[in-house]
């Protein structure tokens, strides 16, 4: 199993900021995801954050908008950049360990 | 394109009542079809399933996979109003060099009243 923490928990920003997101997990892991579920809708990859490379972005998203890293095998930050409202959304880290994927509780972002 | 439909969107029952959960799918190098509980923010895995007519079950949580029609169902026997949570079904597909991807359906949401 894998155990996955998020910081922040939930946010409020002003539009045109960022904000990064963090997610450790407990064990170490080659790829992590990121993922947004917005009000009402079901989750949607945004990208796919491998270590040592760059992240691979889903159809619809970009790295300008959502920079990635990956400095090690337990940690990843997602930046969501000149944030406007439609960015409001939760946003989550997710893992696959052998067969299961795992989830972290995610970040409840608010953008006024 | 690839997607995943689930039905019915919302489903509202009384305890002890049996549902069942429906996720069609069209996916390309299909590897897994994978049932999720949410119930704030982050999904609970409940199933893998990876081959036809396997029953996966968990206590009054069921599942089949059929690859053929592309679909698979989830039972829930005897409900209870801690079952009252979105279910989201989610395919895994196959890529090779940019690491498999999960493609999620818009989630079943139940409600159980007592």
């Known amino acids: 199993s894998a155990v996955i923490s998020q910081k922040p928990s939930r946010d409020i920003c002003q539009r045109g900021t960022s904000l990064t997101i963090q997610c450790q997990v407990d064990?170490?892991?080659?790829?992590m995801f990121w993922y947004r579920q917005q009000p009402g809708q079901s989750l949607t990859l945004i990208a796919t954050a491998n270590q040592g490379s760059e992240a691979t972005y889903e159809s619809g998203f970009v790295i300008d908008k959502f920079p990635i890293s990956r400095p090690n095998l337990t940690f990843s930050t997602l930046t969501v950049s000149n944030m406007s409202p439609e960015d409001s959304s939760i946003y989550l880290c997710s893992v696959e360990v052998s067969v299961e994927q795992f989830f972290g509780p995610g970040t409840r972002l608010t953008v006024l | 394109e690839d997607k995943v439909v689930q039905s019915p969107l919302s489903l509202v029952v009384h305890e002890g009542d049996t549902v069942t959960l429906n996720c069609s799918y069209e996916?390309?190098?299909?590897?897994?079809l994978l049932w999720y509980k949410q119930e704030k923010k982050a999904p609970t895995f409940l199933f893998m399933l990876t081959s036809s007519g396997i029953e996966k079950k968990s206590g009054r949580l069921s599942s089949i996979l059929d690859k053929k029609e592309l679909f698979s169902i989830l039972n829930i026997t005897a409900t209870q109003t801690g079952d009252s949570a979105i279910y989201l079904c989610a395919v895994e597909r196959y890529r090779s060099n940019t690491g498999n991807q999960f493609y999620f359906g818009t989630g079943t949401s139940l409600t159980v009243i007592p």
């Open positions: 064990s170490q892991v080659t790829m």
């Open positions: 996916v390309t190098n299909f590897r897994s």
